[in-house]
């Protein structure tokens, strides 16, 4: 008897036992050599088998389709004579094929001819074979392409695609391609309620800028004009009180100094909310120029100093023996210098700013 070791990887997995009779000569080395053959073809079967199992395993556990076509000539496709576009012919698609597209396995592995499948005509949604006839000519120049496209399927249902086909040629030297078939429909429906959601919110913002540039601009006329005045009155009070021709009782004064830095900060506030629409807008322009800072920091100090008066808390300003120069825009500097020193008076309650 011959005993040869049947192996998978290396791994034993079995024997091959061959015998003879004892009248029969021994076996020759031709013969040996065969029963080693064999063994070998014995190998190679189990190791197919072993990856065939493992390839249905593999692709039962996938939710997208896999497929492999080649490209059939149509000939005389408009009754002229003339060939028309080569069509797909499906070799080989598995199961999740039938649940992408509506369709049997056997339905679409059946030539055309023979009452198959036109996966042009027949699946492809209309608007989109534009795009699907772009797709098959990368793949007919033996280019790998992508694309997502919709499809109707037998029950009428209309899905969102994304084919992957990659071209290779076989030992015919035919052109086979293989690719994957996978659902995108909720995906497609959700970065088209991204979109609808990001359309919505520029249109809001659009019209909240718009609103706050016409409002800003109805409001500033007015404001402008009470500022106006105010600051007129307050000059005929003053020319009034230094002729002493009438006596100006302090509470007068002092209405007339509330109305006039009151309007003063509605009027920066709306200024303020005209600056923001046009910041969202990109038209906001900034100066670049030399600015003098204790011009700027002397009149914010002046409308601090008023509100400090009126809490008891001290104001100290501490001056730079030399006028310090920078380079900037006057306005936004003083904007930055107010919003800092109008924190300091609102948040101090006792003692001093300085």
Same mark, same amino acid.
């Given at each position: 008897?011959?005993?040869?070791?049947?192996?998978?990887?290396?791994?034993?997995? !079995?024997? +091959?036992?061959?015998?003879?009779?004892?009248?029969? $000569?021994?076996?020759?080395? #031709?013969? @040996? &050599?065969? %029963?080693?053959?064999?063994?070998?073809?014995?190998?190679?079967?189990?190791?197919?088998?072993?990856?065939?199992?493992?390839?249905?395993?593999?692709?039962?556990?996938?939710?997208?389709?896999?497929?492999?076509?080649?490209?059939?000539?149509?000939?005389?496709?408009?009754?002229?004579?003339?060939?028309?576009?080569?069509?797909?012919?499906?070799?080989?698609?598995?199961?999740?094929?039938?649940?992408?597209?509506?369709?049997?396995?056997?339905?679409?592995?059946?030539?055309?001819?023979?009452?198959?499948?036109?996966?042009?005509?027949?699946?492809?949604?209309?608007?989109?074979?534009?795009?699907?006839?772009?797709?098959?000519?990368?793949?007919?120049?033996?280019?790998?392409?992508?694309?997502?496209?919709?499809?109707?399927?037998?029950? !009428?249902? +209309?899905?969102?695609?994304?084919?992957?086909?990659? $071209?290779?040629?076989?030992? #015919?030297? @035919? &052109?086979? %391609?293989?690719?994957?078939?996978?659902?995108?429909?909720?995906?497609?429906?959700?970065?088209?309620?991204?979109?609808?959601?990001?359309?919505?919110?520029?249109?809001?913002?659009?019209?909240?800028?718009?609103?706050?540039?016409?409002?800003?601009?109805?409001?500033?006329?007015?404001?402008?004009?009470?500022?106006?005045?105010?600051?007129?009155?307050?000059?005929?009070?003053?020319?009034?009180?230094?002729?002493?021709?009438?006596?100006?009782?302090?509470?007068?004064?002092?209405?007339?100094?509330?109305?006039?830095?009151?309007?003063?900060?509605?009027?920066?506030?709306?200024?303020?909310?005209?600056?923001?629409?046009?910041?969202?807008?990109?038209?906001?322009?900034?100066?670049?120029?030399?600015?003098?800072?204790?011009?700027?920091?002397?009149? +914010?100090?002046?409308?601090?100093?008023?509100?400090?008066?009126?809490?008891?808390?001290?104001? @100290?300003?501490?001056?730079?023996?030399?006028?310090?120069?920078?380079?900037?825009?006057?306005?936004?500097?003083?904007?930055?210098?107010?919003?800092?020193?109008?924190?300091?008076?609102?948040?101090?309650?006792?003692?001093?700013?300085?």
């Amino acid at each position: 008897a011959i005993l040869v070791p049947f192996l998978d990887d290396e791994d034993r997995i !079995g024997v +091959v036992l061959l015998g003879w009779d004892a009248l029969v $000569p021994p076996w020759q080395r #031709a013969e @040996r &050599l065969a %029963l080693s053959q064999l063994t070998g073809l014995f190998e190679t079967l189990w190791a197919w088998s072993r990856a065939e199992t493992r390839f249905r395993q593999t692709v039962d556990g996938l939710d997208d389709g896999l497929f492999s076509f080649t490209y059939a000539p149509v000939l005389d496709a408009g009754g002229d004579g003339q060939p028309g576009a080569p069509i797909r012919s499906y070799e080989f698609v598995t199961h999740q094929m039938e649940a992408l597209v509506g369709l049997a396995v056997e339905q679409l592995t059946i030539p055309l001819g023979d009452g198959g499948v036109n996966w042009t005509h027949d699946l492809v949604h209309a608007d989109d074979r534009a795009v699907f006839s772009a797709h098959e000519a990368q793949l007919r120049v033996g280019r790998e392409s992508t694309l997502d496209y919709r499809v109707r399927r037998a029950d !009428g249902a +209309v899905r969102w695609m994304r084919e992957r086909a990659t $071209p290779a040629y076989d030992a #015919a030297d @035919r &052109l086979v %391609l293989g690719g994957i078939l996978a659902d995108v429909t909720e995906q497609k429906q959700a970065n088209a309620s991204i979109l609808q959601a990001k359309v919505a919110a520029a249109r809001a913002r659009q019209a909240k800028t718009a609103f706050m540039s016409t409002m800003s601009h109805e409001v500033r006329t007015p404001l402008g004009a009470i500022n106006g005045f105010s600051e007129l009155l307050r000059e005929e009070v003053r020319e009034l009180e230094g002729h002493g021709k009438v006596v100006i009782p302090p509470p007068v004064i002092e209405f007339v100094e509330v109305i006039q830095e009151n309007a003063r900060r509605a009027l920066r506030l709306v200024n303020d909310l005209f600056d923001l629409s046009k910041l969202e807008t990109g038209a906001l322009r900034l100066q670049h120029s030399p600015v003098f800072f204790h011009d700027i920091t002397e009149r +914010v100090a002046h409308r601090a100093r008023m509100d400090l008066d009126s809490k008891g808390v001290t104001f @100290r300003w501490d001056r730079d023996p030399a006028q310090p120069v920078v380079l900037g825009d006057p306005y936004r500097i003083e904007q930055v210098v107010e919003q800092l020193l109008s924190n300091a008076v609102k948040f101090t309650d006792a003692g001093y700013v300085a």
